[in-house]
C-alpha cells in the first residue's frame, strides 16, 4: 500500500543516514588511534574471524526478519479491512501457494463484482450486502493468514536476536582472552560490525520497499544501496 511504501522510505532514510555516521565513526577512530587498514587484517586471531563470519551471517538473518515483521505488524494493525490488499505478503512462506492463488482470485472477483453491481444498480442494491458479506469474511480469513505469520516472524527474530548477543558474547570472551589484541582493536570491530549491521538493516529494507512499490504498479525511485 502507499503508506507502507511512505514508512519504509522514511524508515530507509533514518538507517542510511545512521549507516554514514557509523562510517565516519570507523574513519574518525582510525585517524584517532593511527591504526591502518593493514593493521585491521591483524586485529582478530582465527577463532574471531570465525565468530565475527558467524556474526555477520547473523546480524543480516536478523535485518532481514527485522524488515519482515515491521511490515507485518503495520498491516496487522490496519485491520481485517485492509488485510485483502496484502495477501502478497503471505508469498514465498509456509502457506499453501494454492489457497493463496484462490485467495488473491476471490478477491479479485469479489472487488470487480462489488464495482459491477454498483455502477449497474446503484449503491443501495441488495445483493451487495450479500456481496459484502463475503469480502468481508474472505478479508477476515487472509487476515488470520496475516496475524498468524506475523506472530512466526516475531518467534523468528526473537530467536535470531538471541543468537546475534550469543555470537557477540563470545567475540567479546575471545578478546578478552587475546592478550595481543587491543582495546583499540576491539573498539574499531565493534565500530565495524556496527556499521555492517547497519547496512545490512539498510539493503533489508531497500529490498522490502521495492517490493511495496512494486506492488503498486508505478516505477520504483532511484535509491541507493549502502554498501
Given at each position: 500500500t502507499s503508506a507502507a511504501a511512505d514508512w519504509l522510505q522514511q524508515r530507509l532514510a533514518e538507517i542510511g543516514e545512521s549507516q554514514r555516521n557509523a562510517s565516519l565513526a570507523i574513519q574518525d577512530y582510525r585517524r584517532q588511534t593511527g591504526l591502518s587498514?593493514?593493521?585491521?587484517?591483524n586485529l582478530t586471531r582465527q577463532r574471531i574471524e570465525s565468530l565475527s563470519g558467524q556474526l555477520a551471517e547473523?546480524?543480516?538473518e536478523t535485518a532481514r526478519l527485522r524488515a519482515l515483521s515491521?511490515?507485518?505488524?503495520?498491516v496487522v494493525r490496519a485491520g481485517p479491512e485492509a488485510a485483502s490488499s496484502s495477501v502478497s505478503l503471505l508469498s514465498g512462506t509456509a502457506a499453501d501457494p494454492a489457497e493463496i492463488a484462490l485467495l488473491r482470485?476471490?478477491?479479485?472477483?469479489?472487488?470487480?463484482r462489488i464495482a459491477e453491481v454498483e455502477a449497474s444498480y446503484g449503491a443501495d442494491h441488495p445483493q451487495l450486502d450479500t456481496l459484502r458479506s463475503e469480502k468481508t469474511a474472505l478479508d477476515s480469513r487472509i487476515y488470520a493468514l496475516l496475524q498468524n505469520l506475523d506472530d512466526q516472524y516475531r518467534t523468528q527474530l526473537s530467536i535470531a536476536t538471541q543468537q546475534e548477543a550469543?555470537?557477540?558474547?563470545d567475540i567479546d570472551t575471545e578478546g578478552q582472552s587475546a592478550g595481543s589484541i587491543s582495546q583499540e582493536q576491539i573498539r574499531l570491530n565493534e565500530l565495524q560490525q556496527r556499521s555492517d549491521?547497519?547496512?545490512?538493516?539498510?539493503?533489508?529494507?531497500?529490498?522490502?520497499?521495492?517490493?511495496?512499490?512494486?506492488?503498486?504498479s508505478f516505477p520504483i525511485p532511484s535509491v541507493r544501496i549502502v554498501t
Open positions: 587498514v593493514g593493521q585491521d587484517r547473523a546480524q543480516a515491521d511490515e507485518l505488524q503495520m482470485t476471490e478477491s479479485a472477483t469479489l472487488i470487480s550469543g555470537l557477540r558474547r549491521a547497519l547496512s545490512s538493516l539498510y539493503n533489508s529494507y531497500l529490498l522490502r520497499y521495492e517490493e511495496s512499490v512494486q506492488r503498486q
